[in-house]
């Protein structure tokens, strides 16, 4: 069966640089959730998308920004980067039509910033 | 607003002995509930979850957990370990709808062989 893709799955960049990770939800799938998993901490909800529209926010720096497209496929875009913005970032996606509303995630993209 | 607590960071176990993870959750409204596993180095792979009916869930690889709403608990079982269920676990909620997961801090379970 076909999974969340993330890409790319190791991204190293400096301070004060820019970061776009990708993420293509599971075919038919119509929301995408945003995490933040840092060193030695659980996931941190960041933002999520239904049918293509911003459906919640939570902790996102406004450095952050995020968007899906019309193909469902969302990115993650990260400016100005900081050393704190080193972590495991997980994308997971979702069906609202399927009544379990269970989110399968991708295998993350680690985001090293030195 | 919901939260999650697991009460316990590591969770030392011998090879085939049982195991319990705890965790305790607080929400205004009705939830649902998860437990999802982290290998090293990997992604958040689902175990099992609630969503409504019998209380006591089935996951793979052997684990159960027990929905307690008097208790808000879900604790998360295995009558029997293996050295392969070395992991990460956390304990998640979600409101009704496709709405967020909000995590626990995560339970290390060791296999000690």
């Known amino acids: 069966a076909a999974g969340v893709i993330q890409s790319p799955r190791h991204l190293i960049k400096e301070k004060r640089e820019t970061a776009t990770l990708k993420c293509y939800p599971i075919?038919?799938?119509?929301?995408v959730y945003w995490y933040q998993q840092g060193p030695g901490q659980d996931p941190q909800f960041l933002i999520s998308?239904?049918?293509?529209?911003?459906?919640d926010k939570g902790s996102i720096p406004d450095r952050f920004s995020a968007q899906q497209f019309s193909d469902y496929h969302s990115e993650l875009n990260m400016s100005s980067l900081e050393l704190g913005d080193s972590a495991l970032y997980f994308c997971?996606?979702?069906?609202?039509?399927?009544?379990?509303?269970?989110?399968?995630f991708g295998p993350g993209t680690r985001l090293t910033v030195t | 607003a919901q939260s999650v607590t697991q009460l316990d960071s590591q969770v030392p176990v011998f090879e085939e002995a049982p195991v319990e993870l705890r965790c305790n959750y607080s929400?205004?409204?009705?939830?649902?509930l998860f437990w999802y596993v982290q290998y090293p180095n990997q992604g958040l792979q689902l175990l099992l979850k609630?969503?409504?009916?019998?209380?006591l869930v089935k996951g793979i690889n052997g684990f159960e957990a027990e929905f307690n709403k008097s208790q808000t608990s879900f604790h998360l079982r295995k009558p029997s370990v293996h050295i392969s269920d070395t992991a990460e676990y956390f304990c998640?909620?979600?409101?009704?709808?496709?709405?967020?997961?909000?995590f626990g801090t995560g339970t290390r379970l060791t296999i000690i062989p």
């Open positions: 075919p038919r799938h119509d929301t």
């Open positions: 998308f239904y049918e293509k529209m911003q459906s």
């Open positions: 609630y969503l409504s009916g019998s209380t």
């Open positions: 998640a909620v979600s409101g009704f709808g496709n709405e967020k997961l909000t």
């Open positions: 997971a996606s979702s069906s609202s039509h399927r009544v379990t509303y269970e989110q399968y």
């Open positions: 929400s205004s409204v009705s939830v649902y």
